[in-house]
């Protein structure tokens, strides 16, 4: 067949065939997404929030997960023959997950287009000709060349509803899959979010991306005193993010928001200034592809700074490899946790999802995953708030199974390049 697009510089030549992953799912109202946001009636004004959060949540949330996956793998210990359940948001983390060879990953979401996404990631691993070419689809905007690249290497291996998904046409008749032509990391409601906070930085005078211009820490923290700090003071500003609303763009629901309020004095506009400055200035710029996304809108150039993992040249080979390894499952926790043996799991990646959650859920969540748990499992999650939100909601039948790691958790919080939550927790099977 002939080549559409011209191949990426540096070939490695290697083609991995992939087995299917999942049963096909549909993209018709997530009635799951639904049942773990709405807490209130309809007609309330709590409820009408949820269901305008379950509306924007239905579609592209997270273009890349906002986790920091290294923390993640110190904090599981993963290895070889560890067999994870994950949450799979962007699947950046499923495949970071793939360089400790692990015996298998079960990835599981409720949002249909990140099953889209992580389909299309790990299918676009196994077949496009090259690390290059991966890193030139994935980690490099605007390319005119991907599209073509997902029609002749991608599409054909893609099972029929994702590639229905990437495919489909808006009302310019542009198709979903264009998005990579450009910068993907533009889409989503993430993306949206932080092009609402340039635009806002602009309206107060401000560049966000001239930080990129900091050598040293020092200057970065000059930038986020002299610059961003002050925005959060305005009282445009202050009002905005007074509005749950203001953070769909993020992924939080209106329970959430509730959490994350308590972090700060009281105002949202304090506690998304001190997330804003953990991500700016606890880490070098070089080392943090967060920041990079953040102020930049783009990842690093490979040598220029970190890179997510599977993205990194040196890990390519060990993902391709392990690729038959990982199951997407359209799926929430319990539910898959559900159809496993006892005893079969050994590491859980809850991400923040338990913020979301009512007690009842929380406490079936865990039953499951301490039914499951082999001996010596470790579970860990994020909160929006600071502390561990089981103590005080979990059953004290459940609680007492885990042991829970306070100093590592807040040492692996305070390493989480991300920096968007309050807190990291790490559980281990007693």
């Not at 890193?135 to 029609?151: C, K, L, Q, T, W």
């Not at 082999?374 to 059953?395: D, H, K, N, Q, V």
Request: proline share 4%; net charge positive.
């Amino acid at each position: 067949m002939p080549l559409r697009y011209p191949l990426a510089p540096k070939q490695t030549g290697n083609r991995l065939a992939m087995t299917d992953l999942s049963s096909e799912i549909g993209f018709a109202r997530n009635k799951r997404l639904g049942k773990a946001v709405h807490r209130n009636r309809a007609l309330s004004k709590e409820g009408f929030s949820e269901r305008l959060f379950t509306l924007l949540f239905s579609g592209l949330v997270y273009p890349q997960i906002w986790e920091d996956p290294d923390v993640d793998m110190e904090a599981m210990q993963l290895g070889e023959g560890h067999r994870v359940v994950t949450i799979a948001s962007g699947g950046c983390n499923v495949l970071a997950y793939l360089t400790r060879s692990p015996a298998h990953v079960d990835a599981v979401d409720l949002n249909t287009a990140h099953i889209a996404l992580n389909r299309m990631k790990l299918t676009a691993v196994a077949h496009l000709p090259s690390q290059a070419d991966l890193f030139r689809f994935f980690g490099s905007p605007g390319n005119r060349h991907n599209s073509a690249a997902y029609d002749q290497f991608v599409a054909p291996h893609l099972d029929r509803t994702s590639r229905a998904y990437w495919e489909k046409r808006n009302w310019r008749g542009k198709r979903r899959i264009a998005a990579f032509d450009r910068n993907f990391y533009r889409k989503g409601l993430l993306g949206l979010f932080i092009a609402a906070g340039h635009r806002t930085a602009r309206l107060y005078g401000v560049d966000v991306s001239e930080m990129m211009a900091a050598k040293t820490i020092a200057e970065q923290r000059r930038f986020f005193r002299e610059s961003l700090e002050p925005i959060f003071r305005r009282r445009l500003v202050r009002w905005a993010t007074s509005r749950k609303s203001s953070l769909f763009g993020l992924g939080i629901p209106p329970a959430q928001y509730d959490k994350l309020i308590t972090s700060g004095d009281g105002t949202m506009a304090s506690v998304l200034s001190a997330r804003l400055e953990k991500l700016t200035c606890h880490f070098a710029l070089k080392d943090n592809y967060f920041a990079w996304q953040a102020l930049a809108r783009r990842y690093p150039a490979p040598g220029e700074a970190a890179l997510p993992a599977y993205l990194e040249a040196g890990n390519y080979a060990a993902i391709r490899q392990n690729l038959d390894r990982v199951s997407v499952h359209h799926a929430n926790f319990t539910e898959l946790l559900a159809g496993k043996a006892a005893g079969s799991v050994d590491r859980f990646v809850l991400l923040d999802a338990q913020d979301w959650m009512s007690d009842e859920q929380l406490n079936a969540l865990w039953s499951e995953i301490s039914r499951t748990a082999a001996p010596g499992a470790r579970a860990i999650f994020r909160t929006a708030a600071e502390a561990s939100l089981l103590p005080g909601r979990l059953s004290p039948a459940l609680l007492d199974q885990w042991r829970y790691e306070a100093e590592q958790s807040r040492e692996f919080t305070a390493r989480d390049r991300s920096a968007i939550y309050g807190g990291f927790h790490l559980y281990v099977k007693n």
